[in-house]
T-cell receptor, first 109, second 116 residues
């Protein structure tokens, strides 16, 4: 059973554009929703995270939008840059972290 | 403050051999988590340990896999009699738990295990 569903699998965006990655979850016990960024050959690094009592969180060019009733959340990367090219994982936590399958993002220069 | 350290970074084993993966948590962190990542997949939780205790091993295969986090030294993930399907990247993460009960997990660079 896949508890956290992530889409799209891959995404190509022009430099300066907005990258949007979507996730949906099943378990209402999840209390924390982090996003991780992973470069090839590296471990995942925490990018930004949100709790379900907040509908939006913004840090620089990265924004999480959270819809508790729909059990969906998304990552928006504004003014996308080639250095943002990486794999992004959404995740959800109750007592352990459950990861989505990842989105491979490529920003065209 | 050094991050989470894992070694070796790459490990090649023949079928039937044993693999030992080591993880040193960040300084001050007493909670360690192991995850497995197959190609083109997300990370799958395996086990959560505190010093000398296994807290949650619900993601560990029932056979051949074991983990420990001794009072002194790194956490060890041990895979006995490896098979080709064990080939994956294994990531360790560490955390501390603050007074509110919240925590962040910080990941190491991973060990890439190849079984030939």
């Amino acid at each position: 059973q896949q508890q956290v569903k992530q889409s799209p699998q891959s995404l190509i965006v022009q430099k300066g554009g907005i990258s949007i990655i979507n996730c949906a979850y099943e378990n209402t016990a999840f209390d924390y929703f982090p996003w991780y960024q992973q470069f090839p050959g590296k471990g995942p690094a925490l990018l930004i995270a949100i709790r379900p009592d907040v509908s939006e969180k913004k840090e620089g060019r990265f924004t999480i939008s959270f819809n508790k009733s729909a059990k969906q959340f998304s990552l928006h990367i504004m003014d996308s840059q080639p250095g943002d090219s990486a794999t992004y994982f959404c995740a959800a936590r109750d007592d352990k972290i459950i990861f989505g399958k990842g989105t491979r993002l490529h920003i065209l220069p | 403050n050094a991050g989470v350290m894992q070694n070796p970074r790459h490990l090649v084993r023949r079928r039937g051999q044993e693999a030992r993966l080591r993880c040193s948590p960040m300084k001050g962190h007493s909670h360690v988590y192991w995850y497995r990542q197959l190609p083109e997949e997300g990370l799958k939780f395996m086990v959560y340990l505190q010093k000398e205790n296994i807290i949650d091993e619900s993601g560990m295969p029932k056979e051949r896999f074991s983990a420990e986090f001794p009072k002194e030294g790194p956490s060890i993930l041990r895979i006995q009699q490896v098979v080709r399907g064990d080939s994956a990247a294994y990531f360790c993460a560490s955390s501390l738990i603050d007074r509110s009960g919240t925590y962040e997990q910080y990941f190491g660079p991973g060990t890439r295990l190849t079984v030939t």
